[in-house]
Structure formats: structure tokens, C-alpha cells
């Protein structure tokens, strides 16, 4: 074997030497030797291309000529020798570009580093020199293969050593589990399983792939991208398991260790010893033509680490070609033809090729990414200017590339792209057409890509130290797409138009990225299964959406998942976790800063105050002076207007400036330099004066070790000096510049008054001389974009302006990329759905700007469809993030567009406002569950629609509308007149010509086609989908558009009305829940309309609500609920509300029939149709009074007494009803049956308490047991007494009876505290504040219900006195003491009489603590309406002046006084409650004063008598002194004659203190009355002033009748066995006030007062008579005096009769004379 090597060795040795040696020959070259050339061609197509093909030659053997390197390469140097430039033969080149691909494709050969260079270089240079077309063809074609292969090549050996690795993963993991079980098994013997030939197999082949892998066959591109996909899934899926991650953690380790190149490769002329894979060392030197590529190369980094040498090798291939990129053209236009041009353009192909194809190392390798930051960014910066369109266009190309597959590692380098280079020609105006349209083609492809547009807002607009790249970037486009620039540029309006195109199409697309990125936060309403599921309201957002998406997203990001896989990497880039809230707080502290800054540069004291206020710059002036030293957007003129002010502040702040800077080490011109690069030198000189002072002192301070400056004076002055001198020899206003000579002499004197050296001042003079100090000029930064416009004469002043501007371009980006080519900034990968909020509330406003001027001013079909798409776009993000003022500003754009609601006349509507209309309707259609308030505009429109449909389809003006829009969202209402004006602005088609109407119709036609109205509808259809808040967002604002309709008092429209009926329908079948809403603000609607004044419209309101009512009663309602009651609730506000009697009867109607067709299933439903009869009720039309209370009168009868229990809710309504239609004073026979219906209700109540008792509904706190009183007893009695309150005099009195009637039917089931309850309404009746204001209605009052009332009550208590004497008898007390002390003799009497009848029917179960309280009560009584003021009453002055008129007024007092009390009488006390106006001043009050008096007499006299009665029941006392008068007439009167009265009355159920009490009343009356009578001057002027009759006024009466009563109860109690104990005190009391009466009838002097008298004394006279001879002996000798006085007077023969009995029992008892003798001398 070892021979056969040698020999093959020495044969490609020969072979190769042959072939150089006639190569070289320069015989050969000449034309007589053409045969032995085309020997050449034959040898190089033949024997190295096929021997290399074929396998012969392989060239791995070592090159004993030149060490370290292989026969391979020294073949393949050779063969790229070849070629000697453009004069090599044609077909030598062909021949070359054939050997070289062999020898790159060939998978038996292995050439690397600089061979590899060198066979690129060659076919590189082939394609610039070469003549031949189809010679330049093929290189650019072979280079294209070559470079796939080198680097599918460096993938496919990534791909399988991972493969290699994962297999042995899988065959560690197997082992460890195998092991694992069978030690948890235990039992078992362990059985080694032997390696399966698979196994080895695999083993093998990997082995001997590693070892000659120039024997394989290399796969194609493809396969490299299956494994390269095989690799990334495996890497995803190997996370699954721990033990899987650790262990491919150690793989990647292993795969990802490289060496480190002991010395750098340069390039060309010099190489470096690097090991091979099979460990032969190779010289590998690489030589370009220095006149094509560029001789100089960049050493590799000499950290970067390569884990294969195929990976060296693309590295180099791909660094070689971006410098080539960056060569320079050559000065002038640009020629096609040369070579600068094509290199650059082939070598930016090549490149592009390459980022297309990259696989997962080139992606994600640090020396590659190192090399993209450093060569081709680089290279980009350049190219991405370039006044060549299709440079421009390739470098477009390959940013979007790495805009795609490397934007995690090039922050830095796409923001200076975007912001200095592609946004930069966006707005230059001076920038070309075709640069822009390059440009904005990019972008469109950008936009496109949602992850792109995310991650640029997330890493540049959300990042502190970035420009706004999106904002700017949309407001680029957004001004493209408004076509501003068309005028700038000089372009024609073809071009204008397809920039405005691309600019919208881009829009479009970031709008269209932003609904994809958000779209698991959308719900199509048309996708729900059920009907109106609930969903969170409008102001929530849904983050359990968000983060269910977000589980689901991996990464992202476009092709960044390999990073993960370590294919080949050791790049340490990561991205950062995306976290919206913190990119959410960055935005906003970027825009405080940024407004900060703007701030700061109209006035800095104000930015500066405004950045600490906001807590983005702290207070200190370290903070301050840092902060203007690292702030780049500051303008520097204010910088340094700011360090040189003279406050005290701004001084510690420049102090601290200059003391950050570091001046150690500098020469003075470095260091001024330096100082002066942060800011402009103000202007003023003072300012300067202490800026360069404080330069020198830290000069100084910085360097003391320096010997040059005697002090800080030197540094302070020769400073100043440098800055005249610059300003004159780099000032062109300067005309006579300084000299050196001139210089050195200004500064003589300056260095503590000596000289600096001449030579220092000297080179100093140069140093400015040569380059003056650079003072920063002013930056435009991105802050407030300012559009750079220029105007510009023509085209040539245009494109010299545009080459200045893309030169200086040019040189800004390059050296920013520079500098960030070796930065490592973070990149966030975005994936949350949140961002999309800030960035449309970020890009909405000049979104919108676009669209709308898209709309306006531009006919064009295609921008009409994009600026459509783009706000259907917009609104579905504003409604799924909840944004209202964003979405409600789109759809008001989008409805004002459609014409239907701007003032612009119809006929203007052209084919972009029909598809603005369709749009519109695809918006409610799609995204109803989000609209809210836009639902106005949109429901607007859909009205607006309608009647362009009537107009288009040919309809007579008078169906329209009577109103026309004066302005938007107002409506402005016309009379009728001789014209219908028509709203959209179609009056002039009144009365127009046949043609013109044709055109209109014919504009409009398209509203009405079949699509638009079937769309239309199934907005109403669909409503049925929205969710529960959009339903009522939906209906409400469905409804307000119904209001507009209907404003019109002549031709209001009932479409949304139609359609509020129509959805009612649709959505009748929702949750209840739901419903409710829905139905409130329905219900409240028809409320409005029911009450229009119109009354077509009104009985189209209460038609439908008739109908909606009967529909969803028939649902029927489960009980305690109120759904029925909610929905039935309008009828009761029409009514209410509605003064028409048409629609006030249609609705009584309405409710009749639900009653009569669907009582079964009305439940809560009866309060309603109780409270709209209840209105009904009070009504004055007989027609609604008579049907409202037949269904009332039904109800009750009839469907009570089968639904009684459905109906007991609504019970209380019942009785509420028909205690109103009783109150009707226009209908009594009404009146009078619908009390008789209440006492119907009664008998309900009776039978049926148990079903009040389980009903709980509203009741859950009143106790079961009360539910009857509640729901049943209460109403009843409670409306009752409202109709005694309310009603006139029959209706109340009838109210009352039954009232009382039911009291008393069925008081007996009644509970204490329900009485309670009752006889507080019951007592309202005498309730002052609610008696009638007008005195003749309160006198009747009075009379009438108040004493029925009272005699009632008493009845009520006498026939429950058990449970109600506990509670109510001091009530009852109370309340007659209230009716005696009225001013009405009527009701005074009555409560005396009352109070007579209430003692006599139940004093007999008094007991004594009940006496108490009675007797108490009189006595209140008697106190209360004793007339004292009879007795003090005096005559005034102003009385005695109306004497004369009113002596008229006859007042009979004395007829009171009669023993009747006859017709006169009552007249009198009438009299004396009279009210006349006529009275005035004190007559009037003495006369209600004379009136109030009478009352109390009577009062008085009646309280006697009613004593006299409860003691010895009624007319006992007057049948006794009946009886004893006819005795004495006949003069039969015996001693022992007794009447049994004792035993009659409440005498023997009192006890002597309670008739104690009742003696002393009466002795008080009496007194008063006596006192009275006697004062005879009193009466005389009482009888003057008013108070008389037919003689002087007395109390006879009062003063008799009290005494007889008063004489009639101590002789029963002195007679009375049972209070033998008392005798005494009561025959002193006797006794004493007999002598006392005796006396005063002596001293009486008128003959009709002894009259009045005569009663008293036989009574007196008779009683003491009774007693017995003891008693009698011991009366008579305290009477006898008087006795014998008495007899003196003319006194009536049956007083006389009595008398002598009493002097003939006299003389018995006292033994005057005998028994015998008194026989004999009665006979006759």
C-alpha cells in the first residue's frame, strides 16, 4: 500500500509541474504555437478536471517544495495562474472557471483558507475582465455555487455532528434508565444486551466520515436544510426532560470549544500556519490582484473561536466580499461598464445570496455575527446611499434580509439603518423618486412581517436610549400617503399616485400586523354558538386571553429559535423577557424626557425644572452637569448658554461639567478641543469670560506637574487667544487674517508678565491653522421631526443637492456603524398581545390623518380601498384594546366619508362613498361587541341609508323625512308648506326635471342594491350574537337614532323604530339577566315614544308594545321575579304621560286584552295593569273610566278567584286601584261599586290567609304570621281610610261603613298589634292637618264623618273590648277630648255622648285602674270647657263701634237652656262656628269668641247630664223626678215610698273616689254657673256686645242640672249600705252643700231664677224625705231654718205639697206631735 501512495504521489507531482511549466512557457503564448495551446486547453479541461472529478487526484500529500502546505493547493495555484488578466484566452478562462468549481465541489479534494480564497479571487476576477458574455455568465454563476457549497458544507457538518451527539444522548439516556430499572427490579438477574450491527454500523460510518470525509459524497442544499430544520426541532424538543438539558449543555460545550489562531491570516502576500482537520499542516496562502480585490486584510479578532476549519473558511469568503462591496466608485456618473460598478454590484449579489441561504451557524455564530456588525453593516452604511438604483436596491435587499434573520443581534446597526439612512430619505426632498420608491417598496415588505414591526416598537420607541423608530416611521408614511411631497420631489402625479399607494399599502400592513398580533383578544360575534354570552365589560381587558397566547407562543421570533440550539455558536447574545408593563413605563418615561429636552432647548432652565419635577434628572448639580454632557439631542448653543449664566446654580452646574472632564496628560489645544466639543460658546462675552476661567483652573489642576504656565491666568488668557484665532482664520468675514508674528505678540506678557516660547505659541498658530476647533454644530434629532425642504430652482440644482446630501448620509451612517460594530445592546423579542395598545394609541392620529385625505381628495378605486381596509383595521384594534376615543374618531370618519350624515348633498356620492357605506356595515357586522358609543355613527348612517334607499329606488318625496340637516348631528325641522324638504340635501329635487332625477337615482341606486340591504340586515338579525354589554350598547344608541327620526312633527320616520321592534324580537330569547338591560333602555324609549305628540307615531309605539307584551308574556314568569313587571312598565308612563284620549283609551285597550288572553301567565306583570288602570281611574273620560274598571272588576271577581295566588304581589295594587276609581267624583255609581269591590277583596283575605302566609317575595323580614295583616288586611282597611279622606260626603260615608263593617265581620282573627296598626289610619280622620281648609267643608267634616266615625269606634271597642281596652282606651279618651274641644256643638256632643255610651256599654268590666283613667278624662273634660272667660270677658272701644252694626245678631242664649234642646238651639251653635268675612279686627274674634263659648256651655251641660246618665243609666234621674212630681200632684207621696234606682247605671261598679271625683266637677260647674248668674253687670255687657238673645244670657240650666246630679249621687252613696264606712264624710258633704243651695235660694230675687229651682228643691226635699228617722232628724235640723224661709215665697202647689210632708215628719221625728195626730189631719 505504501508503494502504491509513493506513485501516486510522484504522478500528480509530474502532472503538476508539466502543466506549470508550459503554462508559463512564453513560447507559448505565441500565435505560431496555437496548436500547442489549444494541447494546454485540452490538458487543463482533461487531465486536472477530470482527475479531480474522478477522484485521481486528491492532494492531500504535503508539498515537499514549500512546507506546509499540500500538492492540492499547490494544483490549484497553479490552475488560478492561469489567468493573466483580460488578454488570457477566452476559452483559458472557461477552462479555469471548470477546473476551479471542480476543485471546490469536488468531495474527494479538500482545499481551505487561502485556497479557497484564492479560487473565488480568480473566478471573481474572470467575471470583471473577461469580454465574453457567456465567460461572464459562467463565473457569476460559478461563484454562486461555489459559495453554496462552502457554506452548505460548514451547516451539513454542524448538523451532523449534533446528530452525532443527539444519538449519543439517546444512548446514554437508555443506558441510565435501563440501569434505574433494574436496580427498582431487583429480583431479576440483569441480562447485558449485546451492541446491535445498527449500532456499529452507525459507529462506523460517522468515524469514517469524520476521518475521510473527502470520500462522501457532500449533500445538496436542500438536505442542509431539512437537517438544519432537524436540528432546531431536536434542540426545541430536547427541553422536555432535565437530564436531556444537562447533557446537551456538555454536548454544546464540546461542539462549541474551538482554537484560538496562534497568528493572524494577512492578506495577501503572507500566511499563517493553521492546523487541517486530518492534522496536516498546510501553507495556505491566498493572493488577490491588487487592482480587483482589496490587498489589505483585518485580522480575525483573536478571541473568536472556529470549532471547524469549513467555518474559517466562509468567514474569510464572506469578509473578502464585503470589503469588496465598499470599494469606492470612481468619480463622475457611474458607468455600467466598469469595473469599480460591477465588482460592487456582483459582490453585493453574492452577499445577498448568502444571508438568503444562511443556515443556523452563519445565524447564529459569534464570528459571524461579529463579521456582519463589522464588514457588512459597514459596507451597508455605504451602499444604502448610493445614487446607483441597483446598488441601492441590492443593499435593500440585504438589510431586509438581516432585518429577518439577524435582527436579535443588530439592534444597534437596524436603528442606524432606519434612522440615518431609509427614514432619512423618506423625508429629504431633495432625496429622488426612484430612491424613495426603493425605499418605501422595502418597507412595505417590513410592515408586513408582524414580528418585525412589534420588535421594532418594543426595541427602539419602548428603549430610553433609542430613537422612536416606529413612531417615525409611520409618520414618514403616513405623510407619503397624504402625497405631500409630490410638489418637493418634482414629480409627475403617476408617480405621486403609487408612492401615495405604497405608502397607505404600508400602513395597511402595520395595521394589518397589529390585528394578527392581537388576535386571540378578538371574538367574532358571528362565531358564537349560544346566544348573547357574557363577556367583560368594555373598560376590562381580557389578560386571561393574553396569557393563554402567550403559553402558546414560543418564541416569536422569525428565525431566532436556533440561538437556542448551539449550532456552531458561542455568541452570548440573548434576547430579554418580554415585559409589556415595563416597556410600557420606558415609552412613557421616554416621552417625559424627550419633552424635556424639547424644553430645554427653547429654554433650559424650564427643561431642566421639568425633567426633576418628573423625577427623570435628579436635583444635585452633579446629576445636572452629567446630564448634559451624555444628552446627544440637547442643542448645544443652549447648552452653553446654560453653563455660562451668572446664577448661582447654573455655576455649580458648569463647575461640575468641566470637573467630569479629564484633561490629564492633553496639551493645552487637545484639551480646549475637547472641552469645547459638548457645547457652542455663547455669545456673549462675559459668559466666555467665566467658562474659559474654569477651563483653565481644571487644565491646571489636571496637569501640575507641568512647568509651562507660571499660573492659572496663562492657561485662562492664552485660551481666550485660541478662540480669536480661530474665529480669524476660519472666519470668511475675516478679510485680513492674523499672522503668525501677529499672534505671538498678542500674547506676549501673559505668563505672570513674561512670555510663553515662541516656538509652543508657534506650533499652536499651526495646530489652528491647519484644523480649527470644531465646535458641535446644532442636531436635528427625531424628537419633533422638522421635513428638510429646500427650494430648489430645477432638476439639476435637485440632484446636486441630493448627491450632497446622500455623500453626507453616507459618511454620518458609516461612521455611527462604526461605531457600534463592536456595542452589544439586548434585544427583546416581543411576544406579548399587550404592546399593540401603546403602539396604536401611538401611530393612531396620523393613521388617521392618512385615510381621511386619502378619502377626500382622491378618486383613485385603489387608495379608496387601502384607506378603507385601514380604518376597518384600525377600529378592530381599537375595539379589541378598548380604546374608545380612537375608535369612535374612525368610525366618525368612516360614517362622515359615507355622505349620509355631511352636509354635502347626496348627489355628490361616488363609487368610494357606496364602498365607505359597505364598510361601515362590515364593521357593525364584525366587530359589534366592541363599538359602544360608535354603534351612534354607525346606527346613524344605517337611517341616512334607508332613505337614499327610498330616494334610489324611486320613492315619492312625501315618504321622506321632514327634517334636513342644518348641521352635523343636528337637525333642523321645516313647516309644511307648498315643498317637502328631504334631508341628505335633496330638496332640489323637488319640482326637478325628469332627466336630473334619473341621474340622482342612478348615483344612489347602488344603496339600494340587494347586497346592501341584505347587510343591513343582518346588523339586526345578528344582534342576537353580540354579548351582553354590546346588545346595550346596540339598543341604546339604536334608540337615540329613533329619537332623531321622530323629532320631525310633520314627516318623522319610524325605521329605527321598526327595527327596535324587530331586535326586541330577535333578542326576547336571552337570559333574563340580560333581557332586563336590554328591556330598560327599550322601555324607556317607548316611554318617549308613546308620549310623541304625534299620534300616528305614538300608536305605532303602544301597537308594538302591545304585541312585544303579548310575546313575552306568553313566556310566562317563575314567581319572584319581576321581569314582567320591567317590561310592562311603559304602558304605565304613556299613560301617565299622554294627555291624548286616543292613545290613553288604545292603551287601556292593550292592557284589557293581555288580561283577557294571558292572565295565566301574568305574574309580576299585575302591577303594572293595576297602576295603568290606577291612572286611568282619575281619568274625566267615561269611555277609559267605564272599560279601565270593567277589567278591574273582572280581575277582582273572576281571575282572583282563580289566579288569587299568582296575584297576591299585586293585591295591594288591586285595592290601590279601585280605591282610586272610588275617589272619582265624576263617576258616584262607580264610586259607590268599586267600595263595594274592596269589601269583595275583604272576603279574599278571609278565605284564603294561608296562601298570603307562603307568599314571601319583598317580605322575607315580616314575620309569616303577619303576611296575612300585610298583604291582605292592611291595604283593604288603609285605602279605605284614604277614601274617607279623599271622597265627598255620600262615597266617604259609604267607605266608612264598610270599613267599619269589615272591623267588625272580622275583627275577631285580628292580632293586638294589628288593631294597633289599624286604628292609627283610623284616627287620621280626626287628624287636623288633614281636615279640609275651607270652613264650611271642615264644618261639614266635623258634623258628618267624624261623628259617624267616632259612634264607629266606640261601637268597635265595645265589640272587642278584650284585646283592645289594653291599647286603646287612652286613645279613645284622647280622641273624644279632641272632638269636644272642637269649635262644632255637633261633634262636642257627640263625644260626650260617645264617651256616655262607651262607659254604660263596658263600665261594668272596668276596673278600678280604668276608672281612674275615665273619670280623669271627665274631669279633663269639665276643666277643659269650663267658659271662665264669661266671667272676665270686658268690653273694648273698638267693640263698642261695631255694636251698631252687627245689634242685628240675635243670639238666643237662653234657649240652650230649655229642658229640649230643639231645632233653635242648634241653629245657635251653628251660628257661632259661622265664618263670615265680614268680620274684622276684634269684633270678629269676639264673635268666634261668643260661638266657642255657647260650645262650652253646652259642653258643659251636656257632661252633667252624661254624668247623671252613666251613674243611674239614661232618663232614670228624670222618670224619678216624673214620679215623684205626679205624687205630689196628687198629693199621694208617702214616706216609704222607694224607687230601686240604685240598682240601675254604673253606680254600683264605681268606687267613692271615682264618684268623689265626678261630685267635685259637677260642684265646680255649678260654681261657675252660680257665680255666673249672680254677676248681673257682666251678662248686662255681654248681652251689649253680642252675646244676648231675648233677655240677658244665664246659666239656669247648668246650674240646676249639675246640682241635681251632684244631690241625686250623695244621697244614693249616703244610702248606700256598702259605703256605711264613708257616711259620715258623705253626710258632711251633703249636708253642706244642701245648706249652701237652701241659702242661695233665699237670696234669689228673680222670680224665673226661683222657678228654675223648683226641680232641686223637691229633689232635695224628696231624698230627705227617704231617710230614715235618725238621718232624717239630723238633715231636717240643718234645713229647717230654710225651710221656714222658703215657705215665705209663691211657690208651685206640688213644692208646697212635699214642704208640708216635711214639716209634718218634722214634728214626728222630733216628737212635736203624735203619730195619731198626723193620721188625723191627712185625713180629710
Known sequence: MKSEDDKGKTKTMFLSRALEKILFDKEVKRSQHAQLRKACLIALGCLPCKLIAYGYITGNAPDSGTPGKRLIDRIVETICNCFLGPQTDEDVQLQIIKVLLTAVTSPHIEIHEGTILLTVRTCYNIYLASKNLINQTTAKASLTQMLNVIFTKMETKAVLEVKQLEKERKKNLAAALSTSSSKEIGDLPSVKQPRSAEDYNEGKVKNDFVENSTRKESPDLEACKEDAQYIEETSRNAGAEWMVIKERESIVSEVLTLEA?????????????????????????????????DPEASPCPPAARFSHILQKDAFLVFRSLCKLSMKPLADGPPDPKSHELRSKIVSLQLLLSILQSAGPVFRTHEMFINGVKQYLCVALSKNGVSSVPYVFELSLAIFLTLLSNFKIHLKMQIEVFFREIFLTI?????????????????????????????DIYVNYDCDLNAANIFERLVNDLSKIAQGRSGQELGISSIQELSLRKKGLECLVSILKCMVEWSKDLYVNPNLEASLGQEKVSEQDVNYGKVLDSLIRRDSVNSMDST????????????????????????KQQKEVIERGIELFNKKPKRGVQYLQEQGMLGDTTEDVALFLQQEERLDTTQVGEFLGENSKFNREIMYSYVDRLDFCGKDFVSALRIFLEGFRLPGEAQKIDRLMEKFAARYLDCNQGQTLFASADT?????????????????SQVKNKMSKEQYIKMNRGINDSKDLPEEYLSSVYDEIAGKKIAMKETKEYSITQKSNKHNVANEKQRRLLCNLEMEQMAKTAKALMEAVSHAQAPFTSATHQEHVRPMFKLAWTPLLAAFSVGLQDCDDQDVAALCLEGIRCAIRIACIFCMQLERDAYVQALARFTLLTARSSITEMKQKNIDTIKTLITVAHTDGNYLGNSWHEILKCISQLELAQLIGTGVKTRYASGAIREEEGSIRVFPPSGEEFIPLNLGILVGGTDRRMASILESVGETSSQSVVVAVDRIFTGSTRLDGNAIVDFVHWLCVVSMDELESLHHPRMFSLQKIVEISYYNMNRIRLQWSRIWQVIGDHFNKVGCNPNEDVAIFAVDSLRQLSMKFLEKGELANFRFQKDFLRPFEHILKKNRSPTIRDMVIHCIAQMVNSQAGNIRSGWKNIFSVFHHAASDYDESIVKLAFQTTGHIVVSIFQKHFSAAIDSFQDAVKCLSEFACNAGFPDTSMEAIRLIKHCAKYVSERPQSLKEYTSDDMNVAPGDRVWVRGWF?????????????????????????FEIMKSYGLTFKKHWWQDLFRIVFRIFDNMKLPEHQTERTEWMMTTCNHALYAICDVFTQFYEPLNEFLLADIFAQIQWCVKQDNE?????????????????????????WDQTCSCMLEIFKTTIPYTLLTWRLTCQDDDVLEKYSDVEIDCQSIYSTERNPSERGLSQLSNHSDETWKGKSFANYKLFGSLLIKCVVQLELIQSIDNIVFYPATSKEYDDEHMAAAQKDIFEADVNFDTENQGMYKYMFSKHLFKLLDCLLESHSFAKAFNSNNEQRTALWRAGFKGKSKPNLLKQETSSLACCLRVLFSMYLDENLKDSWNDIQSRLINVCREALSYFISLTSESHREAWTNILMLLLTKSLKLNDSKFKIHASNYYPYMCEIMQFDLIPELRAILRKFFLRVGLVFQIYAAENQRKVAEP
Open 1386 to 1410: 255637633q261633634l262636642a256632643r257627640s263625644g260626650i255622648n260617645c264617651l256616655e255610651n262607651l262607659i254604660i256599654h263596658n263600665g261594668n268590666k272596668f276596673c278600678p285602674l280604668v
Open 715 to 731: 492657561a485662562y488668557v492664552l485660551a481666550y487667544s485660541i478662540i480669536m484665532l480661530t474665529t480669524d482664520l476660519h472666519s
Open 261 to 293: 489562531w496562534k497568528d493572524d491570516m494577512v492578506l495577501p502576500t503572507e500566511g499563517t500556519e493553521s492546523a487541517h482537520a486530518n492534522g496536516i499542516a498546510v501553507n495556505r496562502i491566498s493572493v488577490f490582484s491588487t487592482d480587483i480585490m
Open 1275 to 1299: 291595604p283593604i282597611l288603609f285605602e279605605l281610610s284614604c277614601i274617607i279622606n279623599r271622597c265627598k260626603l255620600d262615597v266617604r260615608t259609604r267607605g266608612l261603613t264598610v270599613m
Open 563 to 586: 440561538v437556542s440550539s448551539g449550532i456552531g455558536s458561542t455568541s452570548t447574545q440573548a434576547s430579554l423577557a418580554d415585559d409589556p408593563e415595563q416597556c410600557e413605563v420606558i
Open 426 to 454: 423618506l423625508e429629504t426632498s431633495s432625496s429622488s423618486f426612484e430612491q424613495k420608491w426603493m425605499v418605501i417598496q422595502a418597507l412595505t415588505r417590513i410592515c408586513a412581517d408582524a414580528q418585525c414591526v412589534v
